[in-house]
């Protein structure tokens, strides 16, 4: 069993910045892909940028949705188990519930799929 918790969220004007922050606890061992996801009122949920790392516990490719690219930035911790959201010049439009995701591979190939509780992002003015 893998958690996260969440944290950095808040209310910023456009233009604003926040920093989300998601902690990994529990079995990490083999976790090679950490993301965060957002939802906002009547919305899908989507991706909003992902790190993956494979079997390597040092790096990471990075992938972003399109509206973001340029303004948010995904980092991993591998020492902290830790997955972080930069976000820059934000937008009402990134207006959302922020969750975070992480992906676990066991040594079958069974994988295994943890959410966070979310974390509200707010941007107004």
């Known amino acids: 069993q893998v958690q996260l918790v969440e944290s950095g969220g808040g209310s910023v004007q456009p233009g604003g910045s926040l920093r989300l922050s998601c902690a990994a606890s529990g079995i990490i061992f083999r976790i090679y892909a950490m993301a965060w996801y957002r939802q906002a009122p009547g919305k899908q949920r989507e991706l909003v940028a992902s790190v993956t790392s494979g079997g390597i516990i040092s790096g990471g490719i990075t992938n972003y949705a399109d509206s973001v690219k340029g303004r948010f930035t995904i980092s991993r911790d591998y020492a902290k188990n830790t997955v972080d959201l930069q976000m820059n010049s934000l937008k009402s439009e990134d207006t959302a519930v922020y969750y975070c995701?992480?992906?676990?591979?066991?040594?079958?190939?069974?994988?295994?799929?943890?959410w966070g509780q979310g974390t509200q992002v707010t941007v107004s003015a």
């Open positions: 995701n992480a992906k676990r591979r066991d040594g079958l190939s069974t994988e295994y799929d943890y």
